[in-house]
């Protein structure tokens, strides 16, 4: 995906395919563009395409390059994961939530519990602080994420309770933004899903 290793590849397959026929005599099809190289490249499209990671709505750049995320290219999210809450908690200034303890409270805080966890997918690397949104108002991550469950900060939304509905990827919070604060890329989470997750497709 970047210009000048594109250059040089594109010099060399058009090299060594120059001239292929088929055993009739007929033009050999030809495929080399992938979604980065079709969002880019324009002159790699040959014969077939083959776009992959932009079929899901998700950007085949890093989050970071503002000028070509999702929404900016005008993808829309094929996959949404959604979950609901399961329980809400009380956590006091200098209570700790998750294994580890690894997140502490700074101030008095409202903590939701989410039925979803490495197990279904969502990957477990991701931090206090990665987002999710909750009633399709914005929050985050708090402490580890575990097998089943995590845990999200719902000081902020406090008409969350429990059945509440929690978009973890998908329409309106990308993939991309989520595997960004994961240090992973979409394509890993969205292949990720795993068998027990209940699909719906719409």
């Known amino acids: ?15 060594a395919t120059q001239g292929l026929q088929t055993a009739a005599g007929q033009h050999v099809m030809r495929s080399l563009a992938n979604s980065a190289a079709l969002v880019r490249f324009a002159q790699t499209q040959a014969d077939w395409v083959r776009p992959g ?75 206090t602080g990665t987002p999710v949104l909750v009633q399709q108002m914005r929050t985050h991550l708090v402490g580890r994420v575990s097998m089943d469950m995590l845990a999200i900060d719902l000081t902020n939304i406090p008409n969350a309770g429990v ?24 394509y890993e989470m969205l292949c990720a899903l795993a068998p027990r997750v209940p699909v719906q497709v719409m």
Not at 1 to 15: G, Y
Not at 114 to 124: I, M, N
């Open 53 to 127: 990671i932009l079929l899901y709505g998700c950007s085949p750049f890093a989050f970071a390059q503002t000028d070509q995320r999702a929404e900016v290219l005008g993808l829309q999210p094929a996959m949404t994961l959604q979950s609901r809450l399961i329980a809400v908690q009380s956590l006091a200034k200098g209570q700790s939530v998750g294994y580890g303890a690894s997140f502490t409270a700074p101030h008095p805080m409202r903590i939701g519990i989410v039925a979803c966890g490495y197990a279904d997918g969502y990957p477990r690397h991701a931090p």
């Open 163 to 186: 059945a509440a509905p929690v978009t973890l990827w998908g329409v309106g919070l990308s993939a991309d933004e989520v595997a960004s604060h994961a240090g992973t890329i979409a």
């Open 1 to 15: 995906d970047q210009a000048p290793s594109v250059t040089t590849q594109l010099q060399r397959f058009e090299h």
